[in-house]
């Protein structure tokens, strides 16, 4: 493990990865192309840019897959959160910005992949909105909230020295 103080973490939704940048990300975007869309299964991928020298995988082996001869797309292969995309040859990375530990300092500035954008994107923030608990209330799942908050296996949005806890214990009973 290196001994430079990390500017932000993250990994993967099992905890399999974990990574740290060691300089602020830039050029935070989204792609809408069909191959982002395909690799991310969402309607686009939210990525920032870290210089090959400032990203380190602090846990486990991201795996790969080229999506083309030149793109190298990488992966938890345990849980299969979209973690990276790299341009062969290339001085930098691109990073998943939803794997973060603080995704919402990663704000996008541009979007790109214009070509396959979902016609209806730009409506989506006003579609009705709930959030997780007001909609178990709404629609009778409070009882299917609570086994998930008890029994999640999610890795915290921070490092830790061993995963899964030794112990068995949830993150939220230590
Ligand atoms: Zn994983
Ligand atoms: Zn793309």
Not at 36 to 64: H, M, S, Y
Not at 127 to 153: C, M, R, W, Y
Request: contains cysteine.
């Amino acid at each position: 493990m290196s001994k430079r103080t990390p500017v932000m973490t993250g990994g993967c939704q099992c905890g399999a990865v974990r990574f740290a940048v060691y300089a602020e990300p830039y050029n935070h975007h989204i792609c809408h192309c069909r191959m982002c869309q395909k690799a991310f299964g969402g309607f686009f991928a939210p990525l920032v840019n870290v210089k090959n020298e400032d990203f380190e995988v602090t846990r486990g082996t991201i795996a790969t897959f080229h999506s083309s001869r030149d793109v190298e797309r990488g992966f938890c292969a345990a849980c299969g959160t979209p973690l990276t995309v790299f341009d062969d040859g290339s001085d930098h990375l691109n990073v998943s910005i939803g794997s973060f530990d603080e995704p919402a300092r990663l704000k996008p500035g541009i979007q790109i992949g214009m070509e396959s954008r979902m016609p209806w994107f730009a409506e989506l923030a006003g579609l009705p909105a709930d959030t997780t608990q007001s909609a178990g209330e709404k629609d009778g799942f409070l009882d299917e909230l609570a086994v998930i908050a008890a029994t999640n296996h999610q890795h915290p949005d921070h490092d830790t020295e061993t995963w899964p806890p030794a112990d068995g214990t949830q993150e939220d009973e230590r």
